[in-house]
């Protein structure tokens, strides 16, 4: 573990996508409320989005090499969370 993100000598980074994804679906469940409430525009609720997962999600993703198989988990948890 590296500044929270975990590194492995052969560069493969499956596991730490997928633990950045659930940590990352962890906090978008957290708040259901503020993202049912209809008086939040939906430009609010993207901008919260982007500050509370993404942030979360893309943590450490610089030192990632990812593989076909990984940016398609990473495209689905976005879709989802859309």
């Known amino acids: 573990m590296y500044l929270g ?5 052969n ?8 633990r950045r994804i659930g940590l990352a679906c962890s906090v978008m469940n957290s708040p259901q409320r503020m993202w ?3 008086s939040l525009s939906i430009n609010t609720k993207v901008h919260l989005y ?3 997962v993404i942030c979360v999600l ?13 940016t398609k988990a990473l495209e689905a948890f976005h879709m989802r969370c859309q």
């Open 11 to 18: 560069g493969y980074c499956r596991p730490d996508v997928l």
């Open 50 to 52: 982007q500050a509370l």
């Open 58 to 70: 893309l943590y450490g993703a610089e030192i990632w090499t990812l593989l076909a198989a990984d």
């Open 36 to 38: 049912k409430c209809r």
């Open 5 to 9: 993100s975990k590194q492995s000598s």
